[in-house]
């Protein structure tokens, strides 16, 4: 089960809330849902070096509210907040709405998000470096920042191989089953002249014991202090349980 379903969509309403949060009937959900899928993708492209982490739509009685959670924040709102004018522009022509509004949240820790971590991973191999090399300097910094464990996952033609395959990295660890541990995945492309390669990222940051904020725009980092393990390292002492830790054959995990 932990590696067919989106660990994502396995934790929604339990420790992650939706990133698209407003109501729909019968007759204007379709519609709703196809212009939700329009505008990230439409921001997406229009964005693409911005460090775009996630895009949290919500929609209340004729207004439109779009929150951008990126690492660049700067890039996004331009000098004097004119990209984000004209940004907000395009989104009325392309919503054909007229009251739209655009927030713009700053990542603190974008080593800590799947897919901006996916990302550069991704930047880096279109940019000819060595597959190996870039995803062992994006483990370290995310483990360097506190993460508990992170695993990378790609596939295709790997350094330009003439057979596709995979090969999968893996450091610290990431228990999919426990629906408690706060686990980030993503699933990103890196275009490269001899073909796409996908990369996935799972990214865990440890095991939420209090009651979680479900609100999409809730900012972790704030209080992390308050529903994670006491002492800051999730990982057990002495002889506790440690079957999470051995789960998956332990291949590519640091022996302690």
Request: aromatic share 6%.
């Amino acid at each position: 089960m932990g590696q067919k379903a989106n660990p994502i969509g396995n934790r929604l309403g339990i420790i992650r809330g939706w990133d698209s949060n407003w109501y729909g009937s019968k007759k204007d959900y379709a519609t709703k849902l196809i212009e939700d899928h329009k505008i990230r993708t439409y921001l997406n492209a229009r964005i693409n070096k911005g460090g775009i982490a996630k895009i949290v739509i919500e929609r209340t009685l004729g207004k439109l509210i779009v929150t951008i959670h990126t690492s660049k924040p700067g890039i996004i709102i331009g000098k004097g907040g004119n990209e984000v004018d004209r940004i907000k522009e395009e989104l009325k022509k392309l919503t054909g709405k007229e009251d739209v509004q655009i927030n713009i949240l700053e990542i603190r820790r974008p080593e800590l998000d799947a897919t901006i971590v996916g990302d550069t991973i991704a930047r880096q191999i279109e940019n000819r470096i060595n597959f190996k090399r870039a995803t062992k300097m994006a483990i370290a910094s995310t483990l360097r920042m506190g993460a508990e464990g992170i695993k990378v996952k790609l596939s295709g033609r790997l350094g330009g191989a003439e057979i596709a395959r995979s090969e999968e990295f893996k450091q610290g660890r990431t228990p999919l089953h426990t629906f408690r541990m706060d686990i980030d995945y993503a699933n990103v492309f890196a275009q490269t002249v001899y073909g796409k390669i996908g990369i996935k990222v799972w990214i865990c940051k440890g095991e939420v014991l209090a009651k979680r904020e479900l609100n999409p725009n809730f900012v972790g980092g704030k209080n992390e202090g308050n529903d994670r393990r006491p002492g800051g390292d999730d990982r057990r002492q002495g002889g506790g349980d440690r079957r999470d830790d051995r789960r998956g054959g332990g291949r590519g995990e640091r022996r302690n």
